[in-house]
């Protein structure tokens, strides 16, 4: 059972999760290879957050997925499922290898993600907008009940545009649901392009205070920083928070990077071995966290 | 003659029957549900007193959970309060839940195959003066093609008050359609009800036209039904509470013993209720057929019986229907 941790990591376990998301980058690449089809970008960009989540900051255990101490993680931008299914692989939830399996007939890998097929998902998503709510409803319920689990909920920013997010957001504010912390995966693109272009999100920060929110922010793609900011939501009393992740889309892929494209794109064949490549000779040399 | 099996009220075809509207039973049957299980919850969008839930949340305030008007919300709220161990019931109007949250009913709730009972007020023309964009017509439809999902629509608020308990204790999602006006409350404590399983309200001794209902239009049937039988049309009169999953044995046996079938539904025809028979029947034993609904419109305002009227759904059309099958219009 790995513990609630609120300790800052130490180097050494720094390096080792670092380590651990460069790894996770490699099987999403070669997943989505042999899927054929995908979300790459997102999946890239989220490595970082997914690995300190599993291996750093959830209370779980890959052995008992059921286990009712467990934290919960609702994944509401399904479509970035291979990550989350690489970083439980590497946890230990299933054999790494399964992932090749992504999208493929009678996977439980499905192209977005369905609790009832494996263990250790905490719900179906892929259609946007509806995982913060699910998210508070979990922690209303904990709360209800005098438990202690948090409940983490992770989001896109094009999920932003969703209504029904912000029902969400107006409910967890209006229910002070501290035992809540939401993750906005901040990497400006969507499909059709910038989210910037297609709908505005910006001032984000705002909109969520506004809604009486904490709202930090941290660079998605920097472990350190984001568990940084997880602790500091976790010390919060009185009202939900939001950690606002700036990340790079296809992060580790220099050629892909930023790159809107790739949102819905997977690699060839020949672009994977590409890619492994630059993750491997990229590793430790790649630009910080877009501010 | 009555099914005696059924238990039905003794005042049945008096005039001063008593009246409620099914919601009512959904407010008792949540407090039932609530008192036998602590996990029961109960969500409203701000209808606590017409959808009945403020009586839940009169005897369990701390359990009961208030969204404002956000349906899409409730719905996936409540599947995360399922998720943690709840049993949510969601309240609203059915233009709204399932109207209005369809997706992330489908999504959250359904193919998640969590816990949460779907409640559905103000179902079909009953609603009155309210009008066409407040009477709901096609939730039957919508919910009874999600896989995972069971469908109900009772009789009456005692038939909705042992739904709802029944519901509670599933493990499954469910929708459960509830009406707005007073209706009467034919059946009693004693009728029995069991999900996916029908009720014989009425049979003759041999009968020429099986009247198949559900909702608080199987009372219309019954009277129909009665009074088919008082000119020599032997009938059997079939309460079909539990749309999904249909008793394909009782609806079979009553086709095979009719050799006709009129379904009755409070819902457009197309989708429906009376679509699923058809489904079921023409998979076990076709049969000639006609449908009590409405025909491929939206309603409007006015009082409820002479809207139940103006759509062809009251007694007076079900029995024109059974006659015009059996060839004796």
């Not at chain 2, 049969?287 to 305002?301: L, N």
Request: overall charge negative.
């Amino acid at each position: 059972m790995y513990t609630d941790r609120m300790a800052v990591p130490t180097d050494g376990k720094l390096a080792l999760l670092e380590k651990t998301a460069e790894s996770v980058r490699e099987t999403i690449v070669r997943s989505l290879v042999a899927a054929g089809s995908g979300h790459t970008a997102g999946a890239l960009g989220l490595a970082d957050v997914f690995t300190a989540f599993y291996f750093h900051i959830l209370t779980h255990d890959p052995g008992d997925p059921e286990s009712e101490e467990r934290d919960r993680l609702v994944l509401s931008n399904g479509h970035v499922c291979p990550a989350l299914y690489a970083t439980m692989a590497h946890a230990g939830y299933f054999p790494i290898d399964e992932c090749l399996t992504l999208r493929k007939f009678g996977s439980r890998l499905q192209g977005h993600p369905e609790r009832a097929l494996l263990p250790g998902l905490e719900t179906t998503s892929g259609p946007l907008g509806e995982g913060l709510s699910q998210a508070a409803g979990m922690a209303y319920a904990f709360r209800m009940d005098g438990r202690k689990n948090r409940v983490y909920a992770l989001m896109s920013d094009g999920e932003q545009e969703e209504g029904s997010t912000w029902e969400a957001a107006m409910f967890a504010g209006k229910n002070r649901l501290s035992n809540l912390i939401a993750v906005i995966d901040r990497n400006g693109i969507q499909i059709d392009g910038v989210t910037e272009d297609v709908m505005p999100l910006e001032p984000l920060a705002e909109k969520y205070r506004a809604f009486n929110w904490l709202v930090l922010d941290a660079d998605g793609n920097d472990i350190a920083a984001f568990i940084a900011a997880v602790d500091e939501a976790k010390a919060v009393q009185d009202k939900p928070t939001l950690i606002i992740a700036r990340t790079i889309p296809g992060k580790g892929v220099p050629e892909i990077e930023s790159d809107y494209r790739w949102h819905g794109e997977v690699p060839t064949v020949e672009e994977g071995e590409r890619f492994l490549q630059e993750l491997r000779t990229a590793a430790g040399q790649v630009p910080q966290g877009r501010a | 003659m009555l099914n005696a099996e059924a238990h039905l009220s003794a005042k049945v075809f008096a005039d001063d029957i008593e009246k409620a509207p099914s919601r009512d039973g959904f407010g008792k049957g949540a407090v039932e549900a609530g008192k036998a299980d602590e996990n029961v919850v109960v969500l409203c969008a701000d209808l606590a007193e017409s959808t009945r839930a403020g009586w839940f949340q009169k005897e369990f305030p701390e359990r009961y959970v208030e969204l404002g008007v956000a349906e899409q919300n409730m719905a996936t709220v409540a599947s995360g309060m399922a998720s943690a161990g709840k049993v949510p019931f969601i309240a609203s109007y059915a233009v709204f839940n399932p109207g209005r949250n369809y997706e992330q009913i489908r999504t959250s709730i359904a193919l998640n195959d969590v816990p949460v009972k779907i409640c559905g007020m103000h179902a079909g023309v009953n609603v009155g003066p309210d009008g066409a964009t407040h009477q709901m017509l096609e939730d039957i439809g919508m919910m009874r093609m999600l896989p995972n999902m069971t469908v109900i629509a009772p009789a009456d608020a005692e038939e909705a008050r042992k739904a709802v308990i029944a519901a509670a204790q599933t493990g499954r999602p469910a929708y459960l359609r509830f009406g707005r006006s007073a209706t009467p409350v034919f059946t009693t404590a004693e009728t029995p009800f069991r999900i996916g399983k029908a009720l014989t309200l009425f049979e003759s001794d041999d009968p020429q036209v099986a009247i198949l209902s559900t909702g608080s239009l199987s009372y219309d049937a019954l009277l129909a039904g009665r009074a088919l039988d008082a000119q020599g049309i032997g009938v059997i009169v079939l309460h079909v509470a539990t749309v999904k999953p249909l008793d394909v044995e009782a609806i079979s046996a009553a086709a095979r013993s009719a050799g006709r079938v009129v379904t009755v539904e409070e819902h457009q025809s197309a989708g429906g209720f009376g679509s699923a028979v058809v489904e079921l029947l023409a998979r076990y034993h076709p049969v000639p057929m006609r449908f009590i609904g409405v025909e491929d419109a939206f309603g409007q305002s006015g009082e409820p019986g002479e809207l139940l009227a103006h759509y062809g759904l009251d007694a007076a059309h079900i029995e024109e229907a059974a006659r015009a099958l059996i060839g004796r219009a």
